[in-house]
């Protein structure tokens, strides 16, 4: 008998007995049913699994994934499902602004006062606090007013506002007329106003500068304001029409010298500002000699403008002493068809 070596018969005894089984090892059929209920991102779904498999069998791995809700690990659709939302999200965000602009338009609409229906105090201070309708949209007023009077039965309107986003004469002037205008035009529209005042303040700091809110208008200047200018909107009744008239009263002569220095310059013809502040006849002529000195051009044009407004003065001037010689007699005709009855007595 052939004698075998160690390592041999090792060899051979491990051929006879077979591999040998770890205990409580899964036989294939098992680890097969516990892959069945894992996904392909290796968490726990049946349900999901089943499917997956299915669609493995068939041969349709490349179905459309959306990588958001975890269906795509690799991300390969990120960029098509981020353009999709940001496009969704664009269209709701301008929508919102247009629904919030067009409600906002019409809550201001719904909640302004008409002052040519109901000039009353309630009325004015709503619309100095929402703003009034004029031109093509609405004018907001400054936040610090105060209503003195407002009555129909005495036709007339007279308010005070605190200016306090100005920086300059100019601005203030430019910006309290168009308000001062808006509110006025929009309460002489009713019958029974006749009259409206429009007082305007600012606030000075010691070199007489304008103090301006601050911090997009949430810090407002404090101290005693200052009269600035006055705004005296009329309303004249006549046989040709009604006649609104405005006068500006109330500005001291430091104003409107800084007004006339900011508004005329050499190129501009200073005698239509004058004329309107006030000037003389000597003044104005001054300025346009000033204002047109070495352009022939200029000095024409301003001439012609003299020219037109000393003949609209005076045709003014020539109606209104024709209204009131007319006026006149019609008293003296009253007059004296009130004294013949006591004349013819016995």
């Not at 795509?72 to 629904?99: C, E, K, N």
Request: charged share 30%.
């Amino acid at each position: 008998m052939q004698k075998l070596s160690p390592r041999e018969r090792a060899r051979r005894a491990k051929r006879v007995e077979g591999p040998r089984k770890t205990r409580g090892a899964l036989t294939g059929d098992e680890a097969e049913r516990l892959l069945s209920t894992v996904d392909e991102t290796g968490h726990s779904n049946e349900e999901r699994a089943r499917k997956q498999r299915l669609r493995r069998e068939q041969g349709t791995a490349g179905v459309e994934i959306d990588p958001l809700s975890g269906k795509d690990p690799s991300g390969a659709d990120t960029d098509r499902i981020i353009t999709r939302y940001a496009m969704i999200f664009v269209a709701v965000f301008v929508a919102a602004i247009v629904l919030v602009q067009v409600g906002w338009g019409y809550v201001r609409r719904v909640t302004t006062a008409t002052l040519a229906e109901d000039a009353s105090m309630r009325s004015v201070v709503r619309s100095l606090g929402m703003g009034v309708e004029w031109g093509g949209g609405f004018t907001q007023f400054p936040a610090e007013f105060t209503v003195q009077e407002a009555d129909e039965r005495t036709h007339r309107i007279e308010v005070s506002v605190t200016d306090a986003d100005s920086s300059s004469e100019l601005e203030a002037f430019a910006t309290s007329q168009v308000q001062a205008t808006a509110l006025s035009v929009n309460a002489l529209l009713n019958p029974n106003i006749d009259t409206v005042v429009y007082h305007v303040k600012v606030r000075r700091d010691a070199e007489g500068h304008f103090l301006k809110s601050r911090f997009f208008g949430f810090v407002r200047p404090t101290g005693a304001a200052s009269p600035f200018m006055t705004f005296v909107w009329t309303k004249t009744t006549a046989e040709d029409g009604v006649r609104f008239d405005c006068s500006i009263t109330g500005v001291d002569a430091a104003t409107q010298e800084s007004l006339h220095d900011a508004i005329t310059s050499k190129s501009t013809p200073a005698a239509l500002i004058n004329y309107v502040m006030g000037d003389n006849d000597e003044e104005i002529a001054q300025h346009v000699m000033d204002a047109t000195q070495g352009n022939e051009g200029i000095a024409e044009g301003v001439q012609e403008m003299l020219d037109e407004v000393a003949q609209r003065k005076a045709e003014e001037e020539a109606r209104r002493a024709a209204e009131e010689a007319a006026q006149k007699e019609a008293e003296e005709a009253k007059t004296e068809e009130a004294a013949e009855p006591a004349d013819q007595e016995p």
